[in-house]
């Protein structure tokens, strides 16, 4: 399996889901839906919805894991929203995200605050929808979980935690938590969501738990590493933009070497843990390869 | 029953399982909770949670009723995150809300939109969670019923207009639509929602859909009229603020007079939706005839 290829058919598949579940952007109040595709369709990776995919499809078959699709999306939306309100001006006031103009610069504040808002709330929407596919108990289940990774004690307690901490110096524990609210917290909820809708046993869950929070941390250093190392056209933002910014990363607390190698080991113990899934687990551990050795 | 008390007892259960359900202030990160609990314990007068267990009361028995007392909360949550957003510098830049500052007079702009972020997430936490005492199918429903109610083109799309027609001249048509989504949709998801999850049949719903729908308009017009009428320490905000910022307002567009009359007419047709209930439409005939006597 070529990794690079497989992702994006895959970003593919879920660009024409999210095409499909979002209201046209012709439909009344149009300026509201346009806002709301802006942020959408701005290219991003669709790694959520696809580790949502992947999670199903190692614990269960495959048309299972394809009803998972409006589960999926809803956890782009609100990864899209969450960046749509970090950007405002009273948050990170970002101008450019992925080389684009940012929301509120294209729909003024008021209109990307309401559009975020719009995102939330449909992703709860499409969940709800995709009842008649599930058992409605995991359903609901899903609903509360993804509702706590994306609450006060989860996405929005690392945003808080972030905003409180610019312009400091925080310790580790902090950083950590910030982290494994901002990033990591979201990626469990969409790993664990799809196994949880397709039928995973417990100790299926509890794996995959362990790879979702090793993956995530890996991926935040691997974010931190980029921001130093990368090249500013691929990563969609100028280099040194968080040292810019005094943000809490990685590197800046433990330097680069130790990062590297802290990546390093958290790619491996996610690997380990795909272990009992045997050759089903090998599209989730691509995935944990691709982040580790990617340059964007 | 003396509807006043009633109302009171109804407001201060809502007030216990609202303290109950959201995360106590202390609790990291402190400052998201605290602002959460500002605006959520502002004083209102829970209406939109006492129409779910009304309405779940009006079908059912009063166990299941009590059961949706998560649910309820989850739609006090929902209003308050909209009022928190929509007073922000952004969108309505208003300093004082029901006699006390604003949420970002508080905790900041950046805080507000977080805050009003978590309660819109809460919410749906909540919905998810009343899923033991009701059939999982209802509660998807529920969860599908209040999202569309306050999405794009519910309660979010009628900000949107809102805010698009501010200093302009709005026809009659504009001024319905933003009503009926701003404040109608949350009322009629509300009601729909306590009778869905209580095992309503379909003639009972579309009673109750109409009865809010109604009781949503005749809400609105008597909220403009207080705007004019009104006096400032009951009503919390300066009298006469919807014509000073130009509002779209039944009395601007109608007169006193007219808009008076047309209120009157959506209660009567409010209570007439209710004949079917019998004894068991009292609760809900009364809060219609409070609503449209109140003074604040």
Known sequence: MNIKEELKRRARLVDEALEKYLPPDHEHPAVI???????????????RPILVLAA?????????????MPVACALELIHTYSLVHDDLPAMDNDDFR??????????????????????????????GQSAGKFSPQAVNRVVVEIAQAAGSQGLIGGQVVDTLSENKKVEASV????????????????????????????????????????MGLAFQIKDDLLDIEGEQEKIGKPVGSDVKNQKATYPALYGMEKARKMAGLAAEEAVAALKIFGPKGEFLRSIMHFIINRDH
């Open 175 to 214: 950083l950590e938590y910030i982290h494994r609210h901002k990033t990591g917290a979201l990626f469990r909820a969409a790993i664990r969501s799809g196994a949880i809708l397709n039928g995973a046993s417990e100790e299926q869950l509890q794996a995959l738990t362990v790879y979702a929070e090793q």
């Open 33 to 47: 839906h346009e806002a709301m595709r802006y942020s959408v369709f701005a290219g991003g990776k669709r790694l």
């Open 98 to 127: 992925r080389g684009r103009p940012t929301n509120h610069k294209v729909y003024g504040e008021a209109m990307a605050i309401l559009a975020g808002d719009a995102l939330l709330t449909t992703a709860f929407e499409l969940m």
């Open 56 to 68: 199903a499809e190692a614990v269960g078959d495959e048309a299972g894991a394809a009803s998972a």
